[in-house]
Every structure is written in C-alpha cells, then in structure tokens.
C-alpha cells in the first residue's frame, strides 16, 4: 500500500509559481528579482559562521524527541551564527500544516519571534529571530492518495488502515501540493486580492538592490519570507544558491524495446516485494509493546524501515511512471547556469555554496543506486559544465566550493576526484540526520564508482570518496542512533576555507550521549 502521493513536476513549477505570482506586471515594472535577497542583519563581517540541518521534521519519537536534542545542541552557537540553513524535509510526512506546530515550531522555538509561547504561533506567521533558509524536500510536497483524502473528509479515522504501533505522522490531509511550506516560509503574494495592496507590500519589503534590480529585503526579527522556491543571496563575500531539486529529478523514460520491457518487469516485481516486505513489518509491529524500552527500540527501527521502503517504492514508481518526455525544469537550471556565471564575474565573490535536497553524491543504503540520484547528479553536472565553458579560468578552483544536501538521512562529507566533468573536486556534505529515523551506509563502503560505456565497452571509474559517515551503527543493544547538525564557520581569504564543525546527539541504550567529534577543514 502506497501512503503518498505526489504531485507532477508540471504541477509543482505552476503552483510554486502562482502563490508568489511569478512575473506579475507589478513585479516587473518595479524591475524585481524574484530570485534573490539580501540578509540586512546590520553585520558586513567576512568571516561569519551558519548551522545546517535537514530531515528534522518529525515528532516524539516514542517519549523522546532527536530533532529536539538536536535543536539543543544548536542553541548555544546561534547567537555567533548568523543563519541556519535547512537542507529539505522541513515536516513529515506528507508536509500538512497540520504537523507544523509539534514538528517544526515547538521543536525551534528559540529561534521564532513569540517562541517563548509558541503554542499561539500560526505556521504561516513564523517570523524568524535566527534566519532558517531552507529549499524543499520531497515530503514537502507531498499528498495523500485520493482514497485517504475520502476516508478522512468521511471522518473514518486513518490509522485504522494501519497498525497503531507505527505512527507515521499522517493527518486529514498533506501538503497541498507545496502549499504548506509556502504558506510557511514564501512571500506568498497570491493572498493580495487588490492590485494597490500588493504594490504598498512590494514598495515596503523589495527595497534592496543587487546587480540584477531591486529585491527582497529579509530583516530578521522583523520580515524573514523568502521571494521563490530557488533563490540567492550574497552573505561575506559568499554566494549561496538554494535550488529546488524536486523539479529536476524525474529520471529518463525507460525505453521502449526488450531491454526496457526486461527491466520494467523487474522493477514492478521488486515492488511487490517490498509491499509484501511493508506489510510484515506491520504485522511484526503488532507483536510488539511500546511501553517496553527494548520493544519502543524495535518500533522505531520498523518505522525506520517502512519509511525508506516507501522511498524505493516512490523511486520505482518514477521509473515505472515516467511519460515519454520527461519534464525538466529547465528555468531554474538556466537560472542556476547564468548566476554562477555571474558569480564567477563579480570580484567581490571570493566563494559558492549551493544547497538542495537529494544529493548527487551519496553513500547511505539505499540512495546511490536510485535514479532520482542519477537525474539529480545528470543535470547538476551539466550546468557546472555548461559554466566551465563559460568561464575564462577558475585557477585551478572548482566550479563551488561546498554542496549541502539532505534527503538521506546521516551526516556524510564525500569529495568527488576526477569525473571527467565539471563536478570534480567538489566537496559535497550531506546533512540529513537532524531528526528522522537514521540510516545506514551502504555495505560497498565510502567508496563511490560510475560505470560508463565507452566504444561498446562497459568501464568503471572511481569518482567519489566518502570521508566520513555518521549514521546508524551497530546492532542489537550495540545500536547507536547519532543525530546530527552542523556549526560551519567561514574564513575569510579567497578561496575560504570552511571549518565544519558535526554536532552529534546520540541515542544509545535508551539514553542520550553528545559524542565528541572532530572538526574538519575544507
């Protein structure tokens, strides 16, 4: 049984784009860029520090709460760190705004305006005393099947479908096609009905200026929207790109010949087995007692394994599902394509950083061999290419210098080596264990390798090596759970060197351990 659905990369470009009325004739004769901001914060420091998260919109698990441990060990560097970026997956499971209070506002309280009584906050009201700038993940776009938006407008409850042990964090309904996290963190300007309504908004928060016109000006404490679903902003001389992969990941049509239809029964037969593998592992959940310690442990390690079922499900299905043309958003990578460019032309910039939420480049369990990573890694290494034959010389840089991603659930530094493109060199960190259940790397180890067909000959190339990897560990009563965030501190020079600093809150034995763990230097 398929507990999500979600929505077409047509869709998701349409809808993004009518909430923050894209290219309106009030936003272009104001000459606005829809794409960027500026962060007035009243510092100019060129060396400054920001925190990552990703994959932390989950609740209790079973009394207790890591996005909140995690939360805690990020407290006493936001007052030093001037914003903290989130890598994707703001609310499970399916993005309701239903979840965003217990999942997203409680568990960040601090960092909100009004946080101190944060059960009054709406999620469409936050505002942001430490700036959160995050991209979309892929449960925030996603919905309910059609069959449980009836069940629940009927008001049969949904969790009869499915064993009450395992609560997978599903309400009346889901994200609305995005709606949710636009609701929650966009300048949603589809709500002015009335044209001088939103000329007084756009004359009162578009007022800085970068090379591209006039733009949003996001003052925390005060106004903390963002202007689009991908954007920009400059910040010490860095420039940072949040792009929105989920429109960028459908993979290629199989195709239509017997290799196709040979691979296409393959993969419908590997789903059966994991729908039948989804349902033993309700019917082992029944078995079990949350309140015994050890049996709450297995439960949480069955959720953990339904969940990334579903993952492999939803990626076959992409796989099985995707037309004959496949829908790319090509808008956002030319946009992605020309501001790099941009910023390779700007003396000013002595640095890039880009993030979004699948990673390209990844080592945890199931997500390497998945074709949404293939997609994803395809059409970021074009535009990186695309740039280096844009580009006069990097001397000998790489085209950006850090790549944060999320959506696999660890902590993870990986750096590509040769890949005969314009993605070598590239320090890539995955940080996507602030808060979901965790996963493992996968049994092949740090080591990454693409295989090509050069003269009708199949090669292999070592492309990527994964230095380090903190997820879920060990077994039996030996089973660790280290939680994750990130302190990144940004040094001035050009290059900057980042100093990445993992937080880690561990779950071992039933009781929480903050594990010491070395700084790295890229």
Request: aromatic letters at 10%; a negative charge.
């Given at each position: 049984?398929?507990?999500v659905?979600?929505?077409?990369?047509?869709?998701?470009?349409?809808?993004?784009?009518?909430?923050?009325?894209?290219?309106?004739?009030?936003?272009?004769?104001?000459?606005?860029?829809?794409?960027?901001?500026?962060?007035?914060?009243?510092?100019?420091?060129?060396?400054?520090?920001?925190?990552?998260?990703?994959?932390?919109?989950?609740?209790?698990?079973?009394?207790?709460?890591?996005?909140?441990?995690?939360?805690?060990?990020?407290?006493p560097?936001?007052?030093?760190?001037?914003?903290m970026?989130?890598?994707?997956?703001?609310?499970?499971?399916?993005?309701?705004?239903?979840?965003y209070?217990?999942?997203f506002?409680?568990?960040?309280?601090?960092?909100i305006?009004?946080?101190?009584?944060?059960?009054?906050i709406?999620?469409?009201?936050?505002?942001f005393?430490l700036?959160?700038?995050?991209?979309?993940?892929?449960?925030?776009?996603?919905?309910?099947?059609?069959?449980?938006?009836?069940?629940?407008?009927?008001?049969?409850?949904?969790?009869?479908?499915?064993?009450?042990?395992?609560?997978?964090?599903?309400?009346?309904?889901?994200?609305?096609?995005?709606?949710?996290?636009?609701?929650?963190?966009?300048?949603?300007?589809?709500?002015?009905?009335?044209?001088?309504?939103?000329?007084?908004?756009?004359?009162?928060?578009?007022?800085?200026?970068?090379?591209?016109?006039?733009?949003?000006r996001y003052?925390?404490?005060?106004?903390?929207?963002?202007?689009?679903?991908?954007?920009?902003?400059?910040?010490?001389?860095?420039?940072?790109?949040?792009l929105?992969?989920?429109?960028?990941?459908?993979?290629?049509?199989?195709?239509?010949?017997?290799?196709?239809?040979?691979?296409?029964?393959?993969?419908?037969?590997?789903?059966?087995?994991?729908?039948?593998e989804?349902?033993?592992?309700?019917?082992?959940?029944?078995?079990?007692?949350p309140?015994?310690?050890?049996?709450a442990?297995?439960?949480?390690?069955?959720?953990?394994?339904?969940?990334?079922?579903?993952?492999?499900?939803?990626?076959?299905?992409?796989q099985?599902?995707t037309?004959?043309?496949?829908?790319?958003?090509?808008?956002?990578?030319?946009?992605?394509?020309?501001?790099?460019?941009?910023?390779?032309?700007?003396?000013?910039?002595?640095?890039?950083?880009?993030?979004?939420?699948h990673?390209?480049?990844?080592?945890?369990?199931?997500?390497?061999?998945?074709?949404?990573?293939?997609?994803?890694?395809?059409?970021?290494?074009?535009?990186?290419?695309?740039?280096?034959?844009?580009?006069?010389?990097?001397q000998?840089?790489?085209?950006?210098?850090?790549?944060?991603?999320?959506?696999?659930?660890?902590?993870?530094?990986?750096?590509?080596?040769?890949?005969?493109?314009?993605?070598?060199?590239?320090?890539?960190?995955?940080?996507?264990?602030?808060?979901?259940?965790?996963?493992?790397?996968?049994?092949?180890?740090?080591?990454?390798?693409?295989?090509?067909?050069?003269?009708?000959?199949?090669?292999?190339?070592?492309?990527?090596r994964?230095?380090?990897?903190?997820?879920?560990?060990?077994?039996?009563?030996?089973?660790?759970?280290?939680?994750?965030?990130?302190?990144?501190?940004?040094?001035?020079?050009?290059?900057?060197?980042?100093?990445v600093?993992?937080?880690?809150?561990?779950?071992?034995?039933?009781?929480?351990?903050q594990?010491?763990?070395?700084?790295?230097?890229?």
């Amino acid at each position: 049984m398929k507990f999500v659905s979600e929505p077409t990369i047509t869709d998701k470009i349409r809808k993004m784009n009518q909430r923050v009325r894209w290219g309106d004739s009030a936003i272009a004769e104001r000459n606005i860029d829809q794409t960027s901001l500026v962060i007035d914060d009243g510092t100019d420091d060129v060396e400054f520090s920001f925190l990552v998260v990703g994959d932390s919109g989950t609740g209790s698990h079973r009394g207790h709460s890591p996005m909140r441990k995690v939360t805690e060990l990020l407290l006493p560097h936001s007052q030093d760190c001037r914003f903290m970026l989130h890598t994707g997956d703001v609310v499970y499971q399916v993005g309701s705004s239903e979840y965003y209070p217990q999942n997203f506002i409680k568990p960040y309280r601090e960092f909100i305006v009004g946080g101190e009584d944060y059960k009054k906050i709406a999620y469409d009201e936050m505002i942001f005393k430490l700036p959160i700038l995050p991209v979309l993940g892929n449960h925030d776009y996603y919905d309910l099947p059609i069959i449980f938006g009836l069940i629940s407008a009927t008001t049969l409850p949904f969790r009869r479908l499915i064993p009450s042990k395992l609560d997978i964090e599903v309400g009346r309904h889901g994200s609305h096609k995005g709606d949710a996290f636009a609701r929650a963190f966009l300048d949603y300007l589809s709500r002015f009905k009335l044209p001088g309504d939103l000329a007084r908004h756009l004359d009162e928060h578009y007022t800085a200026k970068t090379d591209t016109g006039r733009c949003l000006r996001y003052v925390p404490g005060q106004f903390t929207r963002l202007p689009n679903r991908y954007y920009t902003f400059r910040y010490g001389g860095i420039d940072f790109f949040a792009l929105d992969s989920n429109t960028i990941n459908d993979p290629l049509p199989l195709p239509d010949n017997k290799e196709g239809q040979a691979y296409r029964s393959l993969l419908q037969k590997r789903r059966d087995e994991l729908e039948q593998e989804q349902e033993e592992i309700r019917e082992n959940s029944e078995k079990l007692k949350p309140d015994n310690p050890s049996d709450a442990e297995q439960i949480d390690d069955l959720q953990s394994k339904l969940s990334q079922i579903e993952e492999m499900i939803v990626d076959i299905d992409k796989q099985l599902n995707t037309p004959r043309i496949t829908v790319v958003d090509t808008e956002q990578l030319e946009w992605l394509k020309q501001r790099l460019i941009e910023s390779w032309n700007t003396s000013e910039v002595r640095g890039r950083v880009i993030y979004f939420h699948h990673p390209p480049y990844v080592t945890e369990a199931t997500k390497w061999e998945q074709a949404q990573t293939l997609a994803v890694r395809s059409r970021i290494r074009n535009v990186l290419n695309a740039v280096a034959q844009e580009i006069s010389s990097t001397q000998g840089r790489p085209i950006v210098d850090l790549v944060l991603n999320g959506h696999a659930h660890c902590m993870e530094h990986i750096e590509t080596l040769d890949t005969g493109n314009a993605d070598s060199n590239i320090n890539w960190i995955v940080c996507g264990g602030s808060g979901h259940s965790l996963r493992r790397q996968r049994p092949e180890g740090a080591e990454l390798w693409e295989y090509l067909s050069i003269s009708g000959e199949n090669k292999s190339r070592l492309i990527a090596r994964s230095h380090l990897f903190i997820g879920r560990n060990g077994s039996g009563s030996r089973k660790r759970r280290p939680y994750s965030g990130l302190r990144i501190d940004v040094k001035e020079g050009s290059p900057p060197k980042f100093v990445v600093q993992p937080l880690i809150a561990e779950r071992y034995q039933s009781q929480w351990y903050q594990p010491e763990t070395e700084s790295f230097t890229i």
